[in-house]
């Protein structure tokens, strides 16, 4: 019996213009009433976790930053951090600014972007909770350094030259994976989806193996691999659908609310949207 759902935003709970639906409301609130925690788990950061949780009507211990930050939404404590080790913080922060690639820098709880990426982000990335926690610096590891922030994650978003990430998976202690075709992401080796989940699992004493993840991306591996139920958006890759038990339509679909009642038990017989 599936107890707690784990929901990634971008490409699953969120639709494609960046809401979530009705039905997805409805199907949450259909598990919360049978007694499933419901959870945000996203790569984004922990304030946009908080604020989509709420907003879904998801509980509020949320996993944000690819894993590498859990919080509780309600009190806004840190409840686990994964830190990049210093030297390889420094040098992965000296290879991405060599390049040709628009960063966000996530330091500790802070989120971290050049002047002039924000003003772009502000025209495509519509979303108050990220652009009301942006600190705004054209030094990203002299803030870390001024303010005592580690890294915990880097973004960074692909331009028309592919840079040579692996240069940045050759460090030490770190983990290089993708949420789309065209970004990376770093974060500290072992802070990842799976192990955040892990936290918050523990924290309402229910096992992995009653635990379902719903996601799309390959930075969504290490959570389906933990779980008892791994369910995969139909638009994910194959290499991500090659882990599913279970496999449901596109966030344009409704593909969120299906694969949140299809954990419910009894397993309803048509899963109405």
């Given at each position: 019996?599936?107890?707690?759902?784990?929901?990634?935003?971008?490409?699953?709970?969120?639709?494609?213009?960046?809401?979530?639906?009705?039905?997805?409301?409805?199907?949450?609130?259909?598990?919360?009433?049978?007694?499933?925690?419901?959870?945000?788990?996203?790569?984004?950061?922990?304030?946009?976790?908080?604020?989509?949780?709420?907003?879904?009507?998801?509980?509020?211990?949320?996993?944000?930053?690819?894993?590498?930050?859990?919080?509780?939404?309600?009190?806004?404590?840190?409840?686990?951090?994964?830190?990049?080790?210093?030297?390889?913080?420094?040098?992965?922060?000296?290879?991405?600014?060599?390049?040709?690639?628009?960063l966000i820098i996530y330091a500790g709880s802070e989120i971290l972007v050049t002047a002039a990426y924000k003003k772009e982000m502000e025209e495509w990335y519509p979303f108050p909770a990220f652009h009301e926690a942006v600190t705004v610096t054209e030094d990203f590891w002299g803030c870390m350094e001024a303010h005592g922030l580690p890294l915990v994650k880097i973004h960074g978003e692909i331009g028309p030259v592919r840079p040579p990430v692996e240069q940045l998976a050759a460090l030490p202690h770190v983990t290089i994976t993708t949420s789309t075709d065209h970004d990376f992401e770093l974060t500290a080796r072992g802070g990842d989806k799976g192990a955040a989940l892990a936290v918050i699992a523990e924290r309402y004493?229910?096992?992995?193996?009653?635990?379902?993840?719903?996601?799309?991306?390959?930075?969504?591996?290490?959570?389906?691999?933990?779980?008892?139920?791994?369910?995969?958006?139909?638009?994910?890759?194959?290499?991500?659908?090659?882990?599913?038990?279970?496999?449901?339509?596109?966030?344009?679909?409704?593909?969120?609310?299906r694969a949140i009642l299809s954990c419910l038990e009894p397993l309803p017989e048509s899963l109405p949207l």
């Open positions: 019996m599936i107890k707690l759902i784990s929901l990634d935003l971008d490409g699953t709970l969120l639709d494609p213009k960046g809401q979530i639906t009705a039905a997805s409301k409805a199907a949450i609130a259909k598990a919360k009433a049978a007694g499933l925690r419901v959870v945000i788990n996203t790569g984004r950061p922990v304030q946009e976790a908080v604020y989509f949780a709420r907003e879904a009507g998801c509980d509020l211990l949320v996993s944000g930053a690819g894993g590498g930050l859990v919080v509780d939404g309600g009190t806004g404590q840190v409840l686990r951090q994964w830190d990049v080790p210093e030297p390889s913080a420094r040098r992965a922060l000296e290879l991405c600014l060599s390049w040709d690639v628009d004493g229910i096992p992995l193996d009653q635990c379902a993840a719903v996601g799309d991306s390959e930075n969504d591996l290490s959570v389906l691999r933990v779980v008892g139920m791994p369910i995969v958006m139909g638009s994910a890759p194959e290499n991500v659908k090659a882990a599913a038990a279970r496999i449901v339509p596109s966030n344009g679909e409704e593909g969120a609310a």
